[in-house]
Every structure is written in structure tokens, then in C-alpha cells.
Nanobody, 125 residues
Framework: QVQLVESGGGLVQPGGSLRLSCAASGRTFSQYAMGWFRQAPGKEREFVAGISWSGGSTYYADSVKGRFTTSRDNPKNTVYLQMNSLKPDDTAIYYC??????????????????WGQGTQVTVSS
């Protein structure tokens, strides 16, 4: 059984930064891609970023491209989401998820099989 635990969320002013972490249990972390999704109030959950099994390839939603960066540390079983130049529209619950495959560009929820509980990010002055 794989468990994913996100941390690092909070309240930040527009233009600020946050770094989310997602710690995974299990020995197979490095064999799979990882993804970040978010769900804003009243909206469907959407893809934010993906990273391949090795970390050598990443993929981003257009809405965060150039502002967010995902990375991973396989020996630590951890994936990160660095969020810069945050906007009020980035307010959401952020989830990490383990992909069913090794590649970074899978954006559909059905391509991911394990999910964390989410961490709240609020961007407000």
C-alpha cells in the first residue's frame, strides 16, 4: 500500500512563494511518475504538474507554466512543487498523486492510482 502525505500549504500574499512537499511510503516510488493536481472551491480538480520517474522530464499546465516547478528526490521518496508569483486564482487544495506509468505528461486523473489527502493553499492579501 502506498501512502502520500502533502505538506507546506498555507496562506501567502499575491506574488509570494510556497514550496509543497509530498512524502511517499513504499519502495517503488522511483519507478513511477508523480503528479500534482488542485481543486478550487466550486471547481473540478485539475492537473497542475507532472514529473517522470527519474525527474528528467516535467510537464505543466499552461496556467502555471513559468511560475511553478516540480522536482523529486528519489532517495528521500519525496516530490516537491515550488510555487512562485502566486495569484489569488492559485487558491485551492493541492494534491500529489502517483502515476500508473513512468512518463510526466499524463494529465488525466485516471492515469494516477494513489492520492494524498491534500494541503490547502490560499493566496490573499
Amino acid at each position: 500500500q502506498v501512502q502520500l502525505v502533502e505538506s507546506g500549504g498555507g496562506l501567502v500574499q499575491p506574488g509570494g512563494s510556497l514550496r509543497l512537499s509530498c512524502a511517499a511510503s513504499g519502495r517503488t516510488f522511483s519507478q513511477y511518475a508523480m503528479g500534482w493536481f488542485r481543486q478550487a472551491p466550486g471547481k473540478e480538480r485539475e492537473f497542475v504538474a507532472g514529473i517522470s520517474w527519474s525527474g528528467g522530464s516535467t510537464y505543466y499546465a499552461d496556467s502555471v507554466k513559468g511560475r511553478f516547478t516540480t522536482s523529486r528526490d528519489n532517495p528521500k521518496n519525496t516530490v516537491y512543487l515550488q510555487m512562485n508569483s502566486l495569484k489569488p486564482d492559485d487558491t485551492a487544495i493541492y494534491y500529489c498523486a502517483r502515476g500508473k506509468y513512468t512518463v510526466a505528461y499524463k494529465t488525466a486523473e485516471r492515469e494516477y492510482d494513489y492520492w494524498g489527502q491534500g494541503t490547502q493553499v490560499t493566496v490573499s492579501s
